[in-house]
């Protein structure tokens, strides 16, 4: 995928697949989990308008990424996963639409901005990856998408959960992703890819370290678009 990263190849030193993974891509990965947004998130210092931004393209995604754990969840090889899964969506579909409600509400965003908003760059990018991860490729490269797509807000959310801001929403939004039950599907997940990526072909393994890379090198571009100094 030529997605301009700069990745070490798959096959490095570490025990994990999805370790290797994130150390091709490790400047990247350090922009992401060590972005402005999250450090200023984490200190209650970020803009309200830059976290409205955020806010409403974050749930712009939030039903291709839906689609992409159903995917998943089809393909799950045990009956044990499946449950993960089922329990991750349940999850997605109720406490965080619930904390983007609340969050719209409290900052005031347009009933157009909920429902209909024009995507930033970024976001119209993410939503065409899901997409088709889910139309076109197998459980490891659906995987490869939405491993560091959640990993990267443990990552992050884990290192300010210590010290949380006073705005509820913030603090919130930091405990929904450094929870332990969050933390347990993360590795669950990870645990899923370590398994599978191993055994793939040359050629696939290749597919699923540019799915990896192009998903993280996104989510730098998705924090630094609430940002933006134009309406999105």
Request: net charge negative.
């Amino acid at each position: 995928m030529g997605d301009g990263v700069r990745r070490r190849g798959v096959g490095g030193v570490s025990d994990r697949f999805t370790a290797t993974l994130r150390d091709g891509v490790e400047d990247e990965w350090r922009a992401a989990t060590d972005h402005r947004f999250t450090r200023e998130l984490g200190a209650g210092t970020l803009d309200g308008d830059a976290f409205a931004r955020y806010v409403v393209q974050d749930y712009a995604v939030v039903e291709d990424l839906t689609a992409a754990f159903a995917v998943a969840l089809a393909d799950a090889p045990s009956t044990d996963a499946r449950r993960r899964y089922v329990a991750f969506l349940d999850t997605l579909t109720d406490a965080e639409n619930d904390f983007f409600e609340r969050a719209f509400d409290a900052h005031d965003v347009p009933g157009r901005d909920r429902t209909d908003p024009v995507l930033a760059e970024p976001t119209a990018a993410f939503r065409d990856l899901l997409g088709r991860a889910r139309r076109e490729a197998g459980y490891a490269e659906t995987l490869a998408v939405l491993v560091p797509a959640e990993w990267i807000y443990l990552s992050w959310a884990t290192r300010e959960a210590d010290d949380r801001p006073a705005d509820p929403l913030f603090s919130e939004w930091i405990e929904l992703h450094a929870a332990p039950p969050f933390a347990s599907f993360v590795d669950f997940l990870r645990a899923e890819l370590d398994r599978v990526g191993p055994s793939l072909s040359p050629r696939r393994r290749e597919r699923v370290a540019g799915l990896f890379g192009r998903t993280v090198s996104l989510e730098v571009a998705f924090f630094d678009a609430a940002y933006a100094a134009e309406e999105i």
